[in-house]
């Protein structure tokens, strides 16, 4: 299960929302990486392996 689908057994809201203190608590406490979703991260692996092929390229240049 992923940040973005745990609900909140106060409000019925999904944590990430944050709708009430217990969400907010719970949110603070997973961390600020626990919010990336798996397409987030397939982005910045795909902008990283990008970053990583023009520095290759800029060096044998």
Same mark, same amino acid.
């Given at each position: 299960m992923t940040?973005? *689908?745990l609900v909140c057994a106060n409000c019925a809201a999904p #944590?990430?929302?944050g *709708?009430?203190?217990v969400c907010r608590a719970n949110r603070e406490r997973l961390g600020p990486s626990a919010g990336l979703t798996p397409a987030m991260v397939l982005t910045l692996v795909?902008?990283?392996v990008?970053? #990583?092929a023009l520095l290759a390229a800029l060096q044998t240049a």
């Open positions: 940040y973005d *689908r #944590v990430a929302e *709708r009430c203190p795909i902008a990283l990008a970053m #990583v």
